[in-house]
């Protein structure tokens, strides 16, 4: 069958880059997974100082987090950027987390 003639795509320029500065953030993380040490390692590295991660989860007590963090290896009063907040509560239910 023959070749269709080569058409030419004009592609332009591409749109300018906008770098907005970071800023304080605030993060809300609903249940407590078995990994959530390595989620706040992560968020607290690119995360700007003085934000705050907001832990809404019923699987484990408040009082009890910061230990348990602790025995896995985060000491969150290492985290030089981020706060951690906690509450306590069924995260399925819409009405608690308004």
Same mark, same amino acid.
């Given at each position: ?37 390595? *989620? ?8 700007? $100082? %003085?934000?705050? @991660?907001?832990? /809404? !989860?019923?699987?484990?007590? *408040? ?8 025995? $896995? %290896?985060?000491? @969150?009063?290492? /985290? !030089? ?18």
């Amino acid at each position: 069958p023959p070749r269709e003639p080569q058409q030419h795509v004009e592609v332009g320029t591409p749109p300018q880059l906008e770098i907005s500065p970071p800023r304080v953030e605030r993060a809300l993380v609903c249940g407590w997974r078995r990994d959530i040490r390595d *989620i706040l390692l992560l968020l607290d590295s690119v995360m700007k $100082e %003085g934000s705050e @991660v907001h832990i /809404m !989860s019923h699987c484990v007590p *408040i009082e009890s987090r910061d230990m348990q963090l602790l025995e $896995e %290896g985060l000491d @969150v009063r290492s /985290m !030089s950027n981020i706060t951690l907040v906690h509450y306590g509560g069924n995260t399925s239910v819409r009405k608690r987390l308004e």
